[in-house]
């Protein structure tokens, strides 16, 4: 049986265990719709919400950036995990004791203000718009991936099952759905993570083989070696970024705020049957976070010395069949402007690279932001 036959399988046992599991847990009353029926245990909203944070841009895009700008990429690192923070130390325990479910009307009673209300509606409708578009997106890559079929097929696929669980079970559904996802997407995530991780460093654990040294016989940590690769391939040094440290300030306070203020992940707080529950809720949920968080510097760094050991200079008929795959699905793309059969993953003397890397760095915080 081969890989892609494998990935079929499994791609349709998590969707056959989504869908029975909406079924199960169908909302039966308005509040299960749109509380759950404030009976949520802790640790099941813990696990729900930190499926709520590992959306497209953790699960995808944060350890990519990372592992393409380097040390800049540390900016999504502390900035959605700080707004995790804010968020549940500063904010929805608060809108829990008002008794309120949604920031506007927050606002607007706290102000006495319909003009404040108003104000916040459109923000909210503004962020969850721009949000949920990149989550499709996030969802069209990785069934394209997965399942060989168009980015556009992949939104289709994701938006209908979607549909399905989030009408029949409203919160409810969710909750309990999300609890699944997470321990689908932390195990997708961890995996590769720790196999990597053994085969560069030896070590089992991603966050300590981020910082040991290399089993090549070089003893030479993987960051050193990062840095030397770069700085030869034209690259700044990997774990020196190009950022100035007052950017980095305000892309990181950037996404602190906005991630705050994520109406989908506030309502998680309502689904708990106490305010003293949301609290707990919300450190259960930092945990299970923090696995995704501590793991992708790591991932990021073994996946861009893996890239550069195995693709730069190679021919390109040698390629391995992940690239083929990936180019089937436009994911990646190779130009031979020199004709000369060979991969060559450098700067050019214009600096063309680092030029392209710098303007998706940029549509990659105006849509997160």
Not at 105 to 127: E, I, N
Request: proline fraction near 3%; include cysteine; aromatic fraction near 14%.
């Amino acid at each position: 049986m081969d890989v892609q036959t494998l990935t079929f399988i499994f791609v349709g046992i998590t969707f056959l265990i989504y869908i029975g599991i909406a079924i199960w847990s169908r909302a039966g009353t308005t509040d299960d719709f749109y509380v759950a029926g404030g009976g949520v245990p802790p640790l099941a909203n813990g696990m729900a919400t930190a499926a709520d944070w590992m959306s497209a841009a953790s699960f995808i895009s944060m350890a990519g950036i990372i592992s393409f700008v380097g040390r800049d990429g540390a900016a999504y690192l502390m900035g959605w995990t700080g707004g995790y923070v804010l968020l549940a130390l500063l904010l929805a325990p608060y809108l829990r004791k008002f008794g309120k479910y949604t920031v506007p009307d927050f606002v607007g009673d706290r102000y006495y203000s319909d003009f404040a209300r108003l104000v916040a509606v459109v923000c909210v409708l503004f962020v969850s718009f721009t949000y949920v578009a990149g989550q499709m997106r996030g969802v069209g890559i990785v069934f394209s991936r997965f399942l060989e079929v168009e980015i556009t097929t992949g939104v289709l696929i994701g938006m209908g099952i979607v549909f399905f669980y989030a009408v029949l079970g409203g919160m409810k559904g969710i909750t309990y759905t999300q609890v699944a996802q997470y321990c689908v997407l932390i195990f997708a995530f961890l995996v590769p993570a720790i196999f990597i991780s053994m085969l560069m460093t030896g070590t089992p654990i991603p966050q300590l083989g981020f910082g040991s040294t290399l089993t090549d016989g070089s003893n030479v940590y993987i960051l050193d070696r990062l840095d030397q690769l770069s700085q030869e391939l034209g690259f700044g040094a990997y774990t020196e970024g190009n950022k100035s440290t007052i950017d980095m300030f305000f892309i990181t306070a950037a996404l602190m705020v906005g991630t705050a203020g994520l109406p989908h992940v506030i309502v998680r707080f309502f689904t708990v049957p106490k305010v003293r529950d949301a609290r707990i809720s919300a450190g259960y949920a930092l945990v299970f976070i923090a696995i995704l968080y501590t793991t992708a510097p790591a991932l990021a760094s073994f996946a861009r010395l893996n890239l550069i050991n195995t693709v730069n200079n190679a021919e390109y008929k040698n390629t391995p069949s992940w690239f083929k795959n990936w180019e089937g699905t436009n994911l990646i793309a190779w130009v031979d402007k020199n004709q000369d059969g060979k991969i060559q993953y450098l700067v050019s003397n214009n600096g063309t690279i680092e030029k392209k890397l710098g303007e998706i760095q940029q549509k990659f915080i105006k849509i997160i932001c």
